[in-house]
């Protein structure tokens, strides 16, 4: 991976595995967040396992950069829903905001590492 490849992955996984620790806790904030957006809360540990696969993908494809690619398409796409359910239940741009955002980076993570 080039330079920014490799700081854009590494922010993204700490970024990652700081929200899978809050899934893993299940917070207020995030059991409120999958209630607005209509989701099941019951996929919330499935959500923050998914964060922790994709960190270790994209911090081990520092070394491996077919894996970390993958992770950061794999991330890319995973805020790209999150944004789109933001969306699809109106949700105010704050909220909305951290997932387009996190989109955003997973993207040009993907794109500085081909």
Known sequence: MQTLSTVLAVLLALICLATAAADFKLLPQIVETIERLKMPTRIIPALGLIKVAGALGLLIGIWMDALGSYAALCFTLYFLIATVLHLRVR??????????LLFVVSLVTFLSGL
Do not use: G, I
């Open 91 to 100: 949700d105010s741009v704050a909220n909305t905001a951290p997932a387009a």
